[in-house]
């Protein structure tokens, strides 16, 4: 390791050394101390290397959250690997594309996801070995995860740069395919100190970790929380009356959510008698009238906002009170400039493209060189989204570029072009344009406006049973409409603006 390096694996030695008999990971009956959890690490570490892994070798990891897969990414901070968590809410398909786009060498699966992993390995010839990870059934032809901790090689210890890559994280398709944007150890190391300063958090909070660490923000929110010397409790699934009974035993103080996680929690909490004041920061998307509600009954949280994506974790953020309705102004570590077409910075009050300068930037698209060097055109990660400041400096969201248009179902990241690609496959679709609609219960989602062939007949839910059977489920349309003409631009392109005029009204 480098003299001006730091890197996640040094934190979790940092813990290990000042913080050794707390708390640091708690999964259903599993409680591991920071001490505890390094020599996990270790050994997981050791146990890679014997098996052949080395520096920079992928590790796919398609399982719910558990402690193993902290472990995992420990062990892959220590020894230079790289996780590649695979969301697994995809369709075989989609799996099967994102562990060859990346070659892992291992595979580990939970054991809900072991029969898709099976059926992907004659797919995926980079996979060497196939190993569970998780609770549930470890039985069958994968090999136990705990097979995998040895003394031997534990102490070992590397010279580790921060820029070595980390985490592989698939974007949203913006072209029909996802892009791996490569994290590396530094970028989450420099992504979490604004979250410790906007937040105060310390050794004290407590993480409730009910996102899914294939996420980037479950993954960071875990990530600042060690940093801090904290605990994450980690739970495997979503469940709200879990959440709520966690909060109240484990003391917890913060977590991110995503729609409808606030309204299940509110739902949840009306039944029952919890104590929620502990919390104090939670952070996500959400509706103003469900966060509202929520403050109510967790009387001691404040509620952070912010502009943050995968490739350069949180540009803007702090306390959603200081300006309501904003994003905040730039993060500690961030530099924030909106540019116009020509790469030209607009006055105040303009809105242009975010882009962004900062130790928290990516990588780049894994095996995508010419993507990443337009997006970082001009030494600045464009991030393909459009704000405005004000006068003091607060960000104000307008809208995705054309070019990057996103929808975002209960905080999920989908391109209407792959959408609308599959849409295209049904013999009983002409032309299809899909966009994102505001939705009461997930933010936003899918609507399909769809052109029928000459005499064909197709019903809204066999259209989204269609979708659902190619792609994630999250994906397909929640509102069909069908139409006789679709707008076009003079270049004979659907005109995606008129569409939202005419088909875009809130549901």
């Known amino acids: 390791m480098g003299l001006y390096d730091f890197t996640v694996y040094d934190f979790i030695c ?36 014997k098996a052949g892994v080395a520096k920079g070798d ?11 897969f902290m472990i995992l990414y420990g062990a892959a901070a220590k020894m230079g690997a790289i996780v590649l968590p695979v969301n697994w809410r995809f369709q075989q398909e989609e799996i099967e594309y ?23 390995l004659p797919k995926c010839n980079s996979i060497e070995k196939c190993y569970s990870i998780g609770d549930g059934d470890q039985s069958g032809e994968f090999i136990p995860f705990a097979e995998l901790y040895s003394q031997e090689g534990a102490d070992e210890e590397f010279e580790m740069p921060a820029d070595v890559g980390f985490v592989i ?47 980037v923000a479950g ?32 003391k917890g103080t913060t ?31 959400d509706s103003p009238e469900n966060i509202l509600a929520f403050c109510k009954v967790a009387p001691n949280v404040k509620v952070g906002t912010g502009f943050a994506q995968t490739e350069a974790m949180g540009v803007t953020g702090g306390p959603a009170e200081e300006r309501p309705g ?12 909106l540019f116009d077409d020509y790469d030209r910075e607009v006055p105040v009050g303009t809105p242009g493209e975010i882009c962004v300068r900062s130790p928290a930037v990516f990588l780049g698209y894994w095996g995508r060189d010419e993507d990443t060097a337009y997006t970082f055109r001009n030494d600045w990660h464009h991030t393909g989204d459009i704000g405005r400041f004000d006068e003091d400096g607060f960000l ?34 002409a032309e299809a344009s899909v966009i994102g609609v505001a939705d009461q219960q997930w933010g936003e989602a899918i609507k399909a406006v769809v052109v029928l062939n000459p005499g064909m007949s197709l019903e809204p839910d066999e259209l989204g049973e269609f979708v659902a059977s190619k792609i994630a489920r999250y994906k397909k349309p929640k509102y069909v409409d069908f139409v006789d003409v679709l707008p076009k631009n003079d270049d004979g392109e659907i005109d995606r603006d008129q569409v939202k005029k005419n088909h875009g009204g809130k549901y």
């Open 14 to 49: 940092r813990n290990a050394q000042i913080f050794a008999d707390r708390e640091s990971i708690v999964f259903n009956d599993v409680r591991l101390t920071h001490k505890q959890f390094k020599d996990k690490c270790d050994q997981i570490a050791a146990g890679l290397i």
């Open 58 to 68: 992928r590790l796919g990891v398609m399982a719910h959250n558990c402690d193993e």
């Open 98 to 120: 994102v562990l060859n786009d990346c070659s892992p060498r291992f595979a580990f699966a939970g054991p809900d996801y072991h029969q898709a992993m099976k059926e992907a």
């Open 169 to 215: 994280i698939h974007t949203a398709a913006v072209a029909g395919r996802p892009r791996g944007a490569l994290l590396s150890q530094g970028n989450v190391v420099a992504a979490n100190y604004p979250t410790l300063v906007n937040t105060g958090m310390g050794p004290d909070d407590c993480h409730i970790c009910i996102l899914p660490l294939f996420h």
């Open 219 to 250: 993954l960071s929110l875990s990530m600042a929380t060690m940093h801090a010397g904290g605990k994450n409790v980690i739970v495997e699934r979503f469940d709200p009356e879990l959440t709520l009974k966690l909060i109240q035993q484990e």
């Open 255 to 285: 977590f991110f959510h995503f729609a409808p996680i606030l309204s299940k929690l509110l739902e949840r909490y009306k039944e029952g008698d919890f104590d929620l004041s502990s919390l104090r920061h939670i952070r996500g998307m």
């Open 326 to 337: 904003s994003a905040g102004r730039p993060t500690i570590i961030s530099k924030v400039r």
């Open 396 to 429: 104000w969201y307008v809208k995705r570029k054309a070019e990057k248009e996103l929808i975002k179902p209960g905080g999920e990241n989908v391109y209407p072009a792959e959408v609308e690609k599959v849409i295209l496959e049904h013999d009983a679709v």
